[in-house]
């Protein structure tokens, strides 16, 4: 039996009811370009609890504070040059920073892990920047799924993983992107990349410069976050198909291998913008009982290819 949640069309007056929930430390999941958000007021200590509860979330994890623009996010954190540089040019748009948070810097320490730092985003979905201003407040917002299983880029799935455990979903069809942003560390000299996402590296490159990556050093940090088994599908996951085995699913990439029991393809053109916005969805899609695994064509290592094989990746690792 399916708990019961409420999913209304993000029209103006859902918006508000949304705001005003969350002002009143209530969860709302709402749309943004990359995916959906479960949102919480990121000042209320409350709100985030609830919102790791819902997620099942280890707590050592810290959360994006999303802002309706670069003003409201200079208010919490200390912005270097680069920082303002990475603004100018992303938001708003698909890219987190992590910066120093301000010594008066009201969103919850919860929310950062108890970590000094504090990592920013301004998305460019019109429903969320809508919501973000009639809240009035920093709304922190993990992806809208119990942590570890993959990530919703539509309504329909924030209400498969967390039905029961929110107030409402505004429904603002489909996220364009449908891969989580970028996460930098703005607060030196030099972008360091601690999560590939929707702002591929080559556009960081191009405005900021050599990006630190774990593979220019290994040494570089990595976010918090970046868990090795994460985005799972119940079933395994094998990568880098070059012929399917009896039984499996097969998630293409260009033209299908022959023989898969179901296929599903991320881009019949090998689109690598495509197959982002495809991805959550299809992996969903071929998680069903009775196969023996998904097998995945290689997804080329360029351009949105960095994320969507970090997600694979994951996707595939030990549990
Ligand atoms: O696209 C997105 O970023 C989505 C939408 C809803 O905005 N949100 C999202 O949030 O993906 P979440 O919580 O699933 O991922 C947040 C990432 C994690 O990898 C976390 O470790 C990192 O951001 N992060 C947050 N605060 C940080 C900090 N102070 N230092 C380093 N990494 C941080
Ligand atoms: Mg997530």
């Not at 539509?154 to 929110?166: D, F, N, P, Q």
């Not at 976010?223 to 395994?236: E, I, K, N, R």
Request: glycine share 8%.
């Amino acid at each position: 039996m399916s708990e019961a949640i409420r999913i209304l069309p993000a029209t103006d007056a859902a918006i508000d009811e949304a705001a005003a929930l969350l002002r009143a430390g209530q969860l709302v999941a709402f749309p943004t370009e990359t995916v959906y958000g479960l949102g919480g007021d990121a000042t209320d200590d409350r709100a985030v609890a609830a919102i790791f509860a819902a997620k099942g979330r280890p707590s050592f994890n810290p959360l994006i504070s999303h802002l309706p623009d670069v003003a409201h996010a200079r208010e919490l954190a200390l912005f270097t040059p680069l920082a303002e540089k990475l603004a100018a040019a992303f938001w708003p748009g698909p890219l987190t920073m992590v910066l120093k948070r301000r010594p008066d810097c009201p969103v919850s320490h919860l929310a950062c892990a108890g970590l000094d730092t504090i990592a920013l985003r301004v998305p460019a979905h019109p429903v969320a920047k809508r919501l973000l201003e009639a809240v009035g407040r920093p709304v922190v917002a993990p992806s809208a799924n119990p942590s570890g299983r993959v990530s919703p880029t539509s309504a329909a799935h924030v209400a498969e993983g967390l039905a029961g455990r929110l107030a409402l979903v505004l429904d603002g069809g489909p996220c364009a992107i449908g891969l989580e942003s970028t996460v930098v560390d703005a607060s030196g000299d030099r972008p360091v990349l601690l999560r590939p996402g929707g702002v591929t590296l080559e556009a960081l490159e191009q405005v900021a410069g050599p990006v630190i990556t774990p593979k220019s050093d290994p040494d570089a940090p990595t976010s918090p976050g970046q868990l090795a088994s994460h985005y799972a599908p119940a079933l395994p996951v094998r990568l880098k198909a070059t012929e399917v085995r009896p039984g499996e699913a097969l998630l293409a990439f260009g033209p299908a291998l022959p023989g898969a029991a179901v296929t599903l393809n991320l881009s019949e053109t090998g689109n690598l913008e495509e197959a982002a916005a495809n991805l959550f969805a299809l992996l969903r899609a071929l998680d069903r009982p009775g196969l023996a695994g998904i097998a995945v064509m290689p997804v080329p290592e360029a351009g949105l290819g960095l994320a969507i094989n970090d997600r694979l990746r994951r996707a595939a690792a030990p549990r």
